[in-house]
């Protein structure tokens, strides 16, 4: 018979209609701002800047080595190497970034700069809501806006942060011991960074 | 059902008064490019007899970026990312397509888990895309947002899974050569087989609701019927030309990633209408549906990358290699020159829904220009892709 | 499938005067190609399309390539007499190559489910002589790819039904893809302040009003822009 499509098409719509007000899977809309869906762990939005302990510049990770500049598919990234050096946390000695300018209406969140990155420098955010009221110069955001502590990286990634601590620590144990081993004096080595706010700040 | 032309021609029609005269009869139209149904900056000129259609030039180019010149000017890994820019519905797929092409110019392995995750993210893909599809022809059609809602709540659904996978809902940028980027662990795979699981029910309420629809009949049957010769010589692929009754599916000519370990089947139309266009779409999330629960079945744990590729100062040997797969929309197609440098030399996408837009006007002639709307969303496609 | 060379074999039987070199891929991907000649390129497309062997009726995807003008060098040992002795002395010879264009087909068979075969066609230069025969007759697929090689890389096809600018405007001059196009330099800003993209903009563009907060843009040396 002609029209039984249709009532059948207008009897799914009514269950949905109805099921909107209290069936789970049909209730899925969210209240935005007022309410939020949590991100999940690997949500990424635009990168920024590690540091570790106190203070964003001492305790900076990047060592302005240009490979996240060189490797950024829509070069947004701008780095200008320092003159001077600044003890790392293993405590080398190493150049760090004089300038590091992230322009966020050209970054795509890609993530390659994260990946390409030897130092654990760099990694990405989870704020998503990035506007801005100037057109120009607040669109990019300065080494200054972009340093983050350790911490932060902590609240947002629990998981990835602790992997990267225990990485790093590794590191900074097997240097230590190589250096221990070839130097028999008692050199200590300041303590790997970790999310202990006893840094690398010396 | 559409009119024909010799009733038409009884009509007596007032005298047009906008738009400019071409000889004859005919007046030229241009449809688009800020039209709501031409699925983005696409614009047709249509020169019309009363609501006839009678020639139909598709006009590209809106949203031109030179994505080919993009990519032989960045490194290979740098070209990735722009992929998911390329059909942005379907960012996987051309993750997939990219990485099948390097992989091929490098000779590269790829993992088992990694095949696995490949063929169960391509197939959620799969599953989203013609899910929206479903909506968005509707929606063209008249059924204003209710249909398209209810695919997109659905698709929601698995892009929350890409989500929670990759960072990011469409722009994944998932895949790397010789695999993966993040391991997916099990509660990613246990709420995906929740959703797979979920699935088919929804595909009942929804075919209940469009495809025994008397409006939905009338509007897509004996509406732009493709013959099976001028769809294979066109290069039209994936369901529009599996809509003809030609039975080609990359998935198991080429065989590539896993598909052989699979069983599936290849829905095959009769009509090439527009009609058989929209059930190819619901039948192929079924056969996905399969595809995904024995993918998820068999899955088992393993490294997810090849360890012998670099990610920094990658440089394949010279050589040329031309990979393809079936996207949701047809079949996409990477085809790379190296010449030994960091940059590919060339760097070519075959986008399935530009090539299936070659036969646009031979599907449209004839119909009114209400038609060309409906025709148009069945042969499914998206801007970024088709004008690169 | 048969291999390439019994492919040009039974080609250039089948077609007096055609000739088809094999173009050999040196990659892992080992794809092969057919370098048809511009004379019998629409004969020799119709016979693989048409052969009952091959039947190469679906023409997956077509494109250019632009190679320029190389100088290739060469380095022949040659035995000289220098002051009275006789030695080896390594002479370099310079040969230039002119560039060409290429046409790239890859073709796939629908009804015996084989492929892909490669064909490639060569124009004689990449000025004037860029033209190649269309081969949108055979496939028609090739239509809109034809018409994007032609938008992108200059190559004229003879025979094609529409050739038209397909993704740049009409009024377009140049052909993007081309390995040494030169990009204009007035386009509009990007607020990549670093980029010698400023620079550019700089001398094309005066500040704009108070409004946009345009003129206090500075260059990373914090110069302010010129009115």
Known sequence: ???????????????????????????????????????????????????????????????????CEKECPPQCIYIVKSDDKKPDYMGKPQFYP???????????????????????AIKMDK?????????????LQRKEELSKPNEYYHSICPTEAADVDAKLAAAAEAAAKKKAAAAPAPATPPAPSGSSSASASS | MSATVETLEAIERPPVTMGSRLEGELLEVSMGPQHPSTHGVFRMNVALEGEIVRKLKPVFGYLHRNHEKIGENTSYLGSMPYTDRLDYFCSMTNNWAYALSVEKLAGIEVPERAQYLRIILA??????????????????????????????????????????LSGSRMMCDYMRFGGCRVDADDAWLARARQIVDRFPKFLDEFEEL?????????????????????????????????????NYDVRKVDGYGFYPRFKFRIPLGEHGDTYDRLMMRALEMRESVEILKQALAQIQPGPIVNPKVKIRAFRPPVGEAYGRIEAPKGELGFYLISDGGPNPYRYRVRPPSFINLTVLEDLCLGHTVADVMVILGSVDIVMGEVDR | MESLEQIKDRAETAIPGAKIDIVPNPGPANQPSLLIDNEHAPAIAKFLRDDAALRLDFCSNVTGVD???????????????????????????????????????HLYSITHKHGAVIIRMRTEDRAAGARLPSLTPIWRSAEFQEREIYDLYGIRFDGHPDLRRILMWDEFEDHPMRKDYVQPDDFEWEPTPHDDVLARAKQHYTPRPELDGAEKITAGSGDTLKR
Request: charged share 25%; net charge negative.
């Open chain 1, 1 to 67: 018979m002609i029209g039984t499509g249709i009532l059948k098409g207008m009897a799914v719509t009514a269950r949905n209609f109805v099921g909107s007000y209290f069936d789970e899977e049909r209730l899925i809309t969210v209240q935005y701002p007022e309410e939020r869906n949590p991100l999940p762990e690997n949500y990424r939005n635009f990168p920024f800047l590690l540091y570790d302990g106190d203070d964003p510049h001492a305790g900076l990770r990047c060592v302005a080595c240009k490979i």
């Open chain 1, 127 to 139: 704020d998503f809501e990035l506007s801005k009221r100037e057109r120009f110069n607040h669109l």
């Open chain 2, 123 to 164: 197939e959620l893909t799969r599953l989203q895309n013609h899910a929206s599809l479903l909506g968005f022809l509707l929606n063209d059609m008249g059924a204003w947002g209710t249909p398209l809602m209810y695919a997109f709540r659905e698709r929601e659904k698995i892009l929350d899974l890409f989500e929670s």
């Open chain 1, 98 to 120: 004089k300038v590091f300018d992230i322009d966020i209406s050209v970054c795509m969140s890609c993530q390659i700069c994260v990946e390409v990155c030897p130092f654990e």
């Open chain 2, 210 to 246: 469009i495809l025994g629809n008397e409006i939905v009949i009338g509007r897509t049957q004996n509406v732009g019927k493709l013959s099976a010769d001028l769809a294979i010589s066109a290069g039209i692929t994936g369901p529009m030309l599996r809509a003809c009754g030609v």
């Open chain 3, 67 to 105: 190679w320029l003008d190389r100088v290739a060098k060469k380095t022949v040992k040659v035995k000289k007499v220098v002051d009275g002795e006789e030695k080896e002395v390594n002479q370099t010879t310079e040969e230039k190559i002119p560039g060409y264009l290429e046409a790239v087909y």
